[in-house]
Structures are given as structure tokens and as C-alpha cells.
């Protein structure tokens, strides 16, 4: 195919393209510049989405406190303790394993929590998106994160205890032991007043 210069040309489906000049319509200035701000416009969404979800620890909660003052943060572990309801919010202590920190939460999320951690029980391990404060003002300047998402990572559990088979043993052979001396006392007692 020849086209109106004279020169051969190749059909790309929206039309031709000049062979000796070899640039196809993809790579033509013009489109270049839009496609390039579209990937960049795209890469840009994708980067602030995945800076908020980043998920802290409790030390670096402190470590960093000044850094991440008043920044949304994303923060996991076991709620612990009882949720203590104030108003229509409430708070809830959530362990990492290293520290506590405690949550404030609007009420709707009170029926995400289904266990929360002590000795009969392992709580709920909670995903907690919210604002974190080094020194809240609205609660006395304690370290804490206002939830603005609660999400149960993993339900939690009942816990049984056991005594030990050991412990057991020791437990009869003291209190045999006990009621044996009780028993010498009295009689001690009675023959020492006859």
C-alpha cells in the first residue's frame, strides 16, 4: 500500500502509518504525553492509598509519637481487658504484644468485639485504622488512636485452665498435713487442761 507521498505504508487498524518514518501512532508525541500522565496520575492514587495503610507497631507508636501526631495509622492486636462505654463511644485496650494502646471508638463498633483478652479468655485480634495522639487532648493527654475503622482480624476464644497433675498432689498432701497438726494441737490442748 502506497500512501499520498508515494511512500509505502501499513495499515494498524485506525488507520496508516509511514514506514520510512517508523513511528507508530502509539508512540506519536502527543499520545505519549497523555499516556504518561496517565500512569502517573495512577501511580500517585495507588502510592497515598498504600501510605495509609501501613500498619504500626506499638514501640514505633512511641518511638515515633512527634512523627505520627495526628496522622492516620493502621495498628493490630488483641483487645484486652473490658470495653468501657462512654456515651456513644467507648474504649478498648489493644495489646501488640509489647504495649497497650488504648482505642476510643463510636458505639457501632462495640458489636465488632466478641472476646476480649484476661484469664478466662484470649480476645479478639482487632485491625484499628484511626488517628493517633501522642498527648489527646479531649482525654486528659493520654497516648491513644481515635478509631475511624475497627475490623476483627481473628476471633478470639474461651480459656480453660488445668491444674497442674503435680500441683494437685501437693495441694492433698498439705492439707493432710494441716488437718494432722490441727488434730495434735487440740489434743494437746485437752489432756494439757486435765
Known sequence: M???????ARDVGRGTWDVKRETPPFFRPASCVFRLSLLLSVAYCLSSVSYAQTTVT???????????????????????????????????????????IGVWAPDN????????????????WLE???VFNRACKMHGGDVDIHA????????????????ARGKHT?????????????????LKKRLGKK
Open 2 to 8: 502506497r500512501n499520498p507521498r508515494g511512500r509505502e
Open 58 to 100: 506499638s514501640t514505633e507508636l512511641i518511638e515515633r509519637a512527634k512523627e505520627l501526631n495526628g496522622k492516620e495509622v493502621s495498628y493490630q492486636g488483641e483487645a484486652i481487658g473490658e470495653a468501657m462505654a462512654r456515651g456513644e463511644h467507648f474504649w478498648i485496650n489493644v495489646n501488640d504484644g509489647n504495649n497497650a
Open 109 to 124: 463498633f462495640l458489636s465488632v468485639i466478641s472476646f476480649t483478652g484476661g484469664y478466662t479468655a484470649k480476645g479478639d
Open 128 to 130: 484499628v485504622r484511626g
Open 148 to 163: 475511624l475503622a475497627l475490623i476483627k482480624a481473628r476471633e478470639g476464644k474461651a480459656v480453660t485452665h488445668r491444674l
Open 170 to 186: 501437693l495441694i492433698v498432701i498439705l492439707l493432710g498435713a494441716f488437718i494432722c497438726l490441727s488434730i495434735l494441737q487440740l
